[in-house]
């Protein structure tokens, strides 16, 4: 039987899901293309004329990936701290997205920007935090660039793969409101305008 396109693109896709959950668990390392081929129902002779190697397999599930990380929640840089809140929803909601973010930062791009295509998406958002800088509503003793980042800094306190303590979606409603209080507090007064002097 010939396959037809639609075959080939739903194997991949599956091939693309099962990868996604197995290289998020155990990074490129450890992870088993035998494994990501049975959870797929794909041949593994199949993924390798795909994508060639278990590293470009996993640049392939990155690049799946990399705009629902990145725009993980959508920046109203006039509503910082609803956008670090926003992440947080997200981060909970979404842990496969910061360990596949982690792996890449221990196996792949130890310094500099998470993913290539980084620049570009956020250029629309330093945009928006200048515009807001310029009106004075938001501090300008930082760039753009460093707003955003700690920002995003912030909201991952909690997150899976905190180093001190991580949010899980068993916690109670309570514990979770407490750190999206907190977390809208931090923002606020760390990008409040200085006070202008009095004459």
Same mark, same amino acid.
């Given at each position: ?29 450890? $992870?088993? &293309? *035998?494994?990501?081929?049975?959870? +797929? @129902? ?6 390798? #004329?795909? /994508? ?15 705009? $629902?990380? &990145? *725009?993980?929640?959508?920046?109203? +840089? @006039? ?6 809140? #926003?992440? /947080? ?33 956020? #250029? ?76």
């Amino acid at each position: 039987m010939r396959r037809t396109r639609s075959d080939g693109q739903a194997t991949r896709r599956r091939i693309l899901d099962a990868a996604t959950e197995e290289f998020a668990r155990y990074g490129i390392a450890g $992870a088993r &293309v *035998d494994n990501i081929a049975a959870n +797929a @129902g794909a041949n593994k002779a199949r993924i390798y #004329a795909y /994508y060639g190697s278990k590293e470009a397999l996993f640049d392939a599930v990155l690049a799946d990936n990399v705009a $629902a990380i &990145v *725009d993980a929640a959508p920046l109203d +840089a @006039g509503d910082l701290p609803g956008y670090a809140v #926003a992440l /947080y929803n997200a981060y909970l909601a979404n842990p496969l997205w910061l360990r596949l973010a982690t792996w890449t930062r221990l196996e792949r791009r130890p310094t500099g920007t998470l993913f290539p295509d980084c620049p570009a998406l956020d #250029a629309p958002k330093l945009a928006a935090i200048a515009e807001q800088q310029q009106t004075g509503r938001i501090s300008d003793d930082y760039t753009p660039g460093e707003i955003h980042d700690l920002v995003i800094a912030l909201s991952l306190a909690w997150a899976p793969t905190s180093v001190t303590t991580a949010a899980g979606p068993d916690d109670t409603k309570k514990e979770h409101d407490q750190r999206r209080t907190a977390l809208r507090k931090a923002v606020t007064h760390a990008f409040l305008p200085a006070p202008t002097a009095s004459p």
